[in-house]
């Protein structure tokens, strides 16, 4: 017996009778935003995505606007978590060791992006709390920009248009 047992339900929010009904999508546009670039990991993504690709298959969203406006909304996203770290991470590093953040750290993830990093990038949407930290990471480890962004891309495409066409 819990309150609201259909909180995580996707349909309890953008379902026909759902609290968001008359703003289906630019409720599906926020909330991949947000889980994508303001390091909020506890967001539906996938279960989302499919989701608008089924309201998509029964006429309440043309498909041919979410797919692409997912995509690019979590690109979107993504650029401002890697900001973010980029903004943020040397301020955390340049102080002395803490419990959480060790200078080897930086470098270590570095190293990791340098052999990894394109592959990194794209798995990365694919798993849930992977994706809203992913990008903040390649920020503070000063992954090369085009490099991140090329990648990105490809992520953002396969993932927001690949998951939501599925749902479709």
């Known amino acids: ?31 991949v935003f947000v889980e994508t670039g303001l390091l909020f990991p506890l967001l539906p993504g996938e279960s989302l995505l499919f989701t608008g690709g089924l309201l998509a298959a029964k006429g309440t969203l043309d498909i041919w606007v979410l797919a692409p406006a997912v995509a690019l ?20 590093f340049r102080k002395e060791d803490s419990r959480f953040f060790k200078k080897h750290y930086v470098t270590d993830s570095h190293a990791f992006f340098e052999k990894y990093g394109p592959w990194a990038i794209i798995l990365a949407r694919f798993l849930p709390f992977v994706r809203t930290f992913t990008p903040v990471v390649a920020g503070v480890s000063y992954m090369r920009y085009p490099t991140y962004l090329a990648f990105d891309i490809v992520g953002g495409i396969l993932w927001g248009g690949g998951v939501t066409l599925v749902g479709y």
Do not use: E, H, K, N
């Open 1 to 31: 017996m819990t309150a609201l047992p259909d909180i995580l339900d996707p349909m309890t929010w953008i379902g026909p009778t759902g609290y968001f009904a008359s703003a289906v999508l630019p409720t599906i546009l926020i909330i």
């Open 73 to 92: 909304v979590a690109i979107l996203g993504d650029q401002c978590g890697y900001f973010i770290g980029r903004r943020i991470g040397p301020a955390l």
